[in-house]
């Protein structure tokens, strides 16, 4: 998979892929080697190209992410490729978007937080999907109802596949 992630301003572009040991990322084009591994609550620890950091990542409530980096902290927007409708940089609130939410590579649902006729908040978790032995989290990217759920625990998905919709 393929996109493009906005850190601190700065744009990056960056690869996803199942590699054979583990994910196969690259930044801007080169090769990063990466490891992550999910620690109690919050927390992960990623090793990158040998050095260790311990993380959280958490939603900022517009639409990105802040991750904390050590004592560091980073506004993260990842730019959806698969949604052309997503906000425009800058754009927070309740900006409506039509269409469901999709996913963004293939996976396994192994979650499913809410049920059609639920009130969401905009960045609120949906779901989880399990991809290349990760868990996301799918967030609502408009504060409304969910009006349907195509998914259940259990279901295998693929890159693009509609999830919910909320209206």
């Known amino acids: 998979m393929k996109l493009e992630a ?3 301003g700065k744009s990056y572009k960056v690869g996803v892929a ?10 801007d084009g080169k090769a990063v080697s990466v490891d992550a591994r999910t620690l109690d609550g919050f927390f992960t620890s990623v090793l990158i190209g040998g050095k260790a950091y311990e993380t959280t990542v958490e939603p900022d409530g517009e639409g990105a992410w802040r991750v904390q980096v050590g004592i560091d902290a980073h506004r993260v927007v990842i730019l ?7 906000p425009a940089r ?14 963004l590579m293939p996976g396994k649902v192994v979650r499913v ?7 969401v908040a905009l960045g609120q978790d949906l779901l989880v999907v399990e991809a290349m ?3 996301n989290a799918v967030q609502a990217p408009v504060a409304g109802r969910v009006q349907e759920l195509f998914v259940s625990p259990g279901d295998a998905v693929e890159a693009g596949a509609p999830l919910a919709l909320i209206g």
């Open 6 to 8: 906005e850190i601190d």
């Open 18 to 27: 199942e590699g054979n040991d583990g994910l196969a990322i690259t930044l």
């Open 80 to 86: 959806d490729p698969l949604r052309s409708d997503r």
């Open 90 to 103: 800058g754009e927070g609130g309740e900006r409506r978007e039509s269409g469901p939410i999709l996913s």
């Open 113 to 119: 937080l809410v049920k059609a006729g639920d009130a």
């Open 133 to 135: 032995k990760m868990e």
